[in-house]
């Protein structure tokens, strides 16, 4: 009995997984984002468009020039960036791996 209801559950999150893969597939055909914006970005609920934030993205924009110039590290940008005012969600500093 326990090997049959380990092949439905997994039967069932394998069917799941894939009906969410098809439903990502199917909004960026429609040139729709499928997750979340991305820093720099924000969502608008009403027609499902990302839009780049007036606010953050001439930050967002120093940090790759920074980054393009090979003189700072990662920490060394997150700490600029921080410095500047950048803040992520829930409106907390960012970490190494978002910069």
């Not at 799941?16 to 098809?22: D, Q």
Request: net charge positive.
């Amino acid at each position: 009995m326990l090997s049959i209801a380990f092949g439905q559950s997994k039967y069932y999150i394998d069917n799941l997984s894939e009906n969410i893969k098809r439903g990502h597939r199917q909004k960026l055909k429609q040139g729709l984002w499928p997750q979340m914006a991305p820093l720099g970005y924000l969502n608008d609920t009403k027609t499902k468009q990302i839009y780049v934030d007036k606010e953050k993205a001439p930050l967002i924009k120093k940090a790759f020039e920074l980054y393009a110039t090979g003189k700072y590290t990662l920490k060394e940008i997150r700490k600029i960036i921080n410095d500047l005012g950048l803040r992520g969600r829930k409106n907390k500093p960012l970490s190494t791996s978002n910069c």
